[in-house]
């Protein structure tokens, strides 16, 4: 059912003054609403930001290349190392690509058997349907906010015609091919008691301590005797 602007205002200004701060402006339909005060009638340049920030995303720590990555066995086949990797596949019939995450599975798909995808095309497994859903794979990873993944693709099969398609159609909408790598702890080792070093051997250390401690007790009751 249709609206008229004024009606959009009225309901956009009621939903608005719900809130404390209204100072915010609102796109409806085209329609700008823009309010510049508090409920108590104040100026917003009395309002402090916060510090204090916590990012709740659950792949913060993906994006910025801290989460560990599962890496399997050093050759197991497909490897393990990745937060999300690129799956094609053709069969007689269709074209399927998906996005899997490396613990929740596929999360972003396309194919030539969805019906919106299929009606714009001549055939269902040839060169133009594989670049075509590589260019709804790419359209659906950007509104996702996957913009990287490792190809899982044998690598037989890359200098297809088919498959080039589908990656270069892929790249073209924004997507890399890789990921970045992920941060590695720098190696700590344990003691080491012959290590070359300026400074003085740990059990020298205590072995030193040890006397100094005995000779203070000695001195101790030395003097508690006098």
């Known amino acids: ?5 004024s009606h959009i205002s009225r309901l956009l200004t009621t939903v608005l003054t719900k809130s404390n701060i209204t100072n915010r402006r609102v796109l409806c339909r085209g329609i700008h609403l823009t309010t510049t005060q508090l409920k108590d009638g104040s100026s917003n340049e009395q309002i ?7 990012n709740r995303n659950p792949r913060n720590l993906e994006l910025m290349g801290y989460a560990r990555k599962s890496k399997g066995w050093r050759f197991q086949y497909p490897d393990r190392e990745y937060y999300h990797r690129l799956v094609y596949e053709r069969t007689k019939n269709y074209i399927t690509a998906s996005v899997e995450h490396c613990t929740n599975g ?21 060169a133009s349907a594989a670049e075509n859903v590589g260019h709804v794979l790419a359209e659906r990873c950007k509104r996702c906010g996957v913009d990287s993944m490792v190809p899982h693709i044998h690598p037989d099969k890359l200098s297809g015609e088919r498959v080039q398609s589908f990656l270069t159609a892929l790249q073209e909408g924004g997507v890399t091919l890789s990921e970045t790598p992920t941060y590695e702890k720098p190696y700590e080792s344990g003691i080491d008691y012959d290590r070359p070093s300026d400074k003085e051997p740990r059990w020298k250390v205590l072995e030193k301590q040890a006397k100094d401690g005995q000779e203070l007790r000695n001195e101790l009751l030395k003097n508690k005797a006098t």
Do not use: W
């Open 48 to 54: 402090t930001i916060n510090p204090n920030y916590e």
């Open 106 to 126: 596929i999360v972003i798909s396309a194919s030539t058997k969805e019906h919106a995808i299929r009606k714009h095309l001549y055939s269902a497994i040839d």
């Open 1 to 5: 059912m249709a609206r008229n602007p």
